[in-house]
């Protein structure tokens, strides 16, 4: 424990773990993204709620579940952190800096997409997860004789909302931006910026930037359309 102890207290260190905790939740996002994509199939939900099932009754799934929101918390704790640290070393900021020549907006509004980020969660979490796991009067469907929830009709009700589905599609324009400076700067933290493979880590970001949240924006605008 007294690795991650001093690691909290450098700078260094806690730039690490912003981007270990970075790198994993973009690889969880990919794996959400497969699992939601299933809300546009033509099935009447039934592909997307067999699904919901399993990742909400398989063990190793709940205990990544857990990894995964202690990641969040500390991705979010830890820039608090440097946002903090940043602001006493230069409280007054630079008079002339030409930061707008030197870096790009999202990556000088991190922590303010990060925030919007982090308010976009707790409303999602309650609206879903929450309330599948804790709430009462969700709907429920029987699939091959098993009952579970018809967790399908519970999200395309919310997505009906068009203040609910456009509250999605503009926090996920906000992830992008976010991602867009977030995915190639996790690398260049852990050091792995060689010159033959930052053009590549970039791009790859950028590509990622744009399909995973574009991906993602598409469901509550397709469910919207639908309803
Ligand atoms: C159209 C977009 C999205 C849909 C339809 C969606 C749907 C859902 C649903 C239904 C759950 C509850 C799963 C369950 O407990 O059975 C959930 C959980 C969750 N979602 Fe999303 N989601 C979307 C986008 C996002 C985005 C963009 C993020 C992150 C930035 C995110 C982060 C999470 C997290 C952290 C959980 C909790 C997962 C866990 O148990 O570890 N979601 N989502």
Same mark, same amino acid.
């Given at each position: 424990?007294?690795?991650?102890?001093?690691?909290?207290?450098?700078?260094?260190?806690?730039?690490?773990? +912003?981007? @270990?905790? &970075?790198?994993?939740?973009?690889? $969880? =996002?990919? !794996? *959400? #993204?497969? /699992?939601?994509?299933?809300?546009? %199939?033509?099935?009447?939900?039934?592909?997307?709620?067999?699904?919901?099932?399993?990742?909400?009754?398989?063990?190793?799934?709940?205990?990544?579940?857990?990894?995964?929101?202690?990641?969040?918390?500390?991705?979010?704790?830890?820039?608090?952190?440097?946002?903090?640290?940043?602001?006493?070393?230069?409280?007054?900021?630079?008079?002339?800096?030409?930061?707008?020549?030197?870096?790009?907006?999202?990556?000088?509004? +991190?922590? @303010?997409? &990060?925030?919007?980020?982090?308010? $976009? =969660?707790? !409303? *999602? #979490?309650? /609206?879903?997860?929450?309330?599948? %796991?804790?709430?009462?009067?969700?709907?429920?469907?029987?699939?091959?004789?098993?009952?579970?929830?018809?967790?399908?009709?519970?999200?395309?009700?919310?997505?009906?909302?068009?203040?609910?589905?456009?509250?999605?599609?503009?926090?996920?324009?906000?992830?992008?931006?976010?991602?867009?400076?977030?995915?190639?700067?996790?690398?260049?933290?852990?050091?792995?910026?060689?010159?033959?493979?930052?053009?590549?880590?970039?791009? @790859?970001?950028?590509?990622?930037?744009?399909?995973?949240?574009?991906?993602?924006?598409?469901?509550?605008?397709?469910?919207?359309?639908?309803?």
């Amino acid at each position: 424990m007294n690795w991650f102890i001093s690691a909290l207290t450098s700078g260094v260190g806690r730039k690490v773990i +912003m981007a @270990l905790t &970075g790198l994993f939740l973009i690889l $969880f =996002l990919i !794996v *959400h #993204l497969l /699992g939601n994509l299933q809300l546009l %199939k033509d099935d009447g939900g039934q592909a997307f709620n067999v699904y919901s099932h399993f990742m909400a009754h398989n063990g190793l799934i709940q205990l990544i579940s857990k990894l995964n929101f202690f990641f969040i918390l500390l991705h979010a704790f830890v820039s608090y952190t440097l946002y903090v640290r940043n602001k006493k070393a230069r409280p007054v900021g630079y008079k002339v800096n030409g930061a707008a020549a030197n870096s790009s907006w999202s990556s000088r509004s +991190m922590t @303010l997409l &990060g925030t919007l980020i982090f308010i $976009f =969660l707790l !409303v *999602h #979490l309650q /609206g879903f997860w929450y309330a599948f %796991k804790f709430g009462s009067g969700i709907p429920t469907v029987t699939i091959d004789g098993v009952e579970m929830h018809d967790a399908y009709k519970w999200v395309a009700e919310a997505y009906a909302n068009p203040l609910i589905s456009g509250f999605y599609v503009f926090s996920m324009i906000v992830l992008a931006f976010h991602l867009w400076h977030g995915f190639s700067s996790a690398f260049q933290s852990l050091g792995l910026n060689h010159v033959k493979y930052t053009g590549f880590i970039k791009a @790859l970001g950028y590509a990622y930037a744009i399909i995973v949240p574009g991906l993602f924006a598409i469901i509550p605008i397709v469910l919207y359309l639908k309803r």
